[in-house]
């Protein structure tokens, strides 16, 4: 009987001792598997966010990447494409500045977008034409391009105190076709006789314009410049950029 107690005693130990080692090799697979899917799942959202770019713009993305840190005092971000903003060189790190790719013309062709991404505003827009990137517009300091639905580009400017205005856009096929300038200009107040001297400038005096000339500027009230505005902003809402970081390409 003892040898019998003696017996079980030992083998409920050897139970125990494999129930624990089992115990604890699940352990160590559920761990092993957790880490494996986190790195599986890490892997897919960078390859997601490196989506392939034509050569074209490929070029132009890189050269922006080979010439960080930007802090050229000649406002020259990048040699070899001078054309680039010089916005750029306010911009902290590689993990600020984002691309996408979106037909903005619904023409087949894609643009390239580029900015920072805390920018309420686009630095720079290419498209491409002949197999060539060809570049669309940049932004600074005092004239921003905004991007909107339908192929509308907005360039908010202002000159001075005394002139300022919206250009409006309409991409089309590729080409950037001006649309519409809605301004304030109290220097054209001053030339047309609407103020006999620019100290009288009050900010009252509104254009609107089918073309860039001030010759064909036709004045407009405060509440018509607000209103083709608003017109505009109604039929054309702002595009939710997804961008991919140059920081991940």
């Given at each position: 009987m003892k040898h019998y107690k003696k017996n079980f005693k030992i083998y409920n130990l050897l139970f125990l001792i494999c129930i624990s080692l089992f115990l604890s090799s699940c352990s160590g697979n559920s761990t092993t598997n957790t880490e494996t899917n986190n790195a599986t799942s890490e892997t897919e959202k960078i390859v997601a966010s490196n989506k392939k770019l034509p050569q074209q713009y490929?070029?132009?993305?890189?050269?922006?990447?080979?010439?960080y840190p930007w802090n050229d005092d000649e406002l020259t971000m990048v040699a070899e494409n001078p054309e680039l903003s010089y916005m750029y060189r306010k911009s902290a790190s590689l993990s600020d500045i984002g691309f996408a790719l979106i037909d903005l013309d619904n023409n087949g062709q894609?643009?390239?977008?580029?900015?920072?991404?805390?920018?309420?505003?686009?630095?720079?827009?290419y498209t491409t034409s002949d197999g060539k990137a060809t570049h669309l517009f940049d932004s600074?300091?005092?004239y921003c391009y905004y991007i909107y639905e339908n192929g509308y580009i907005k360039n908010q400017w202002s000159g001075s105190?005394?002139?300022?205005?919206?250009?409006l856009y309409k991409l089309e096929n590729g080409v950037l076709n001006f649309v519409e300038r809605i301004t304030l200009d109290e220097y054209h107040a001053l030339d047309i006789g609407l103020i006999n001297d620019i100290s009288e400038a009050d900010g009252s005096h509104f254009f609107k314009s089918k073309t860039t000339s001030v010759e064909d500027y036709k004045a407009i009230t405060l509440e018509e410049y607000k209103n083709i505005l608003e017109s505009y902003k109604n039929a054309n809402k702002p595009l939710d950029i997804e961008y991919t970081l140059l920081s991940e390409y």
């Amino acid at each position: 009987m003892k040898h019998y107690k003696k017996n079980f005693k030992i083998y409920n130990l050897l139970f125990l001792i494999c129930i624990s080692l089992f115990l604890s090799s699940c352990s160590g697979n559920s761990t092993t598997n957790t880490e494996t899917n986190n790195a599986t799942s890490e892997t897919e959202k960078i390859v997601a966010s490196n989506k392939k770019l034509p050569q074209q713009y490929e070029v132009i993305i890189n050269n922006i990447i080979n010439s960080y840190p930007w802090n050229d005092d000649e406002l020259t971000m990048v040699a070899e494409n001078p054309e680039l903003s010089y916005m750029y060189r306010k911009s902290a790190s590689l993990s600020d500045i984002g691309f996408a790719l979106i037909d903005l013309d619904n023409n087949g062709q894609e643009e390239l977008i580029i900015t920072d991404i805390n920018s309420p505003f686009i630095y720079d827009l290419y498209t491409t034409s002949d197999g060539k990137a060809t570049h669309l517009f940049d932004s600074g300091e005092r004239y921003c391009y905004y991007i909107y639905e339908n192929g509308y580009i907005k360039n908010q400017w202002s000159g001075s105190a005394a002139t300022s205005g919206n250009d409006l856009y309409k991409l089309e096929n590729g080409v950037l076709n001006f649309v519409e300038r809605i301004t304030l200009d109290e220097y054209h107040a001053l030339d047309i006789g609407l103020i006999n001297d620019i100290s009288e400038a009050d900010g009252s005096h509104f254009f609107k314009s089918k073309t860039t000339s001030v010759e064909d500027y036709k004045a407009i009230t405060l509440e018509e410049y607000k209103n083709i505005l608003e017109s505009y902003k109604n039929a054309n809402k702002p595009l939710d950029i997804e961008y991919t970081l140059l920081s991940e390409y």
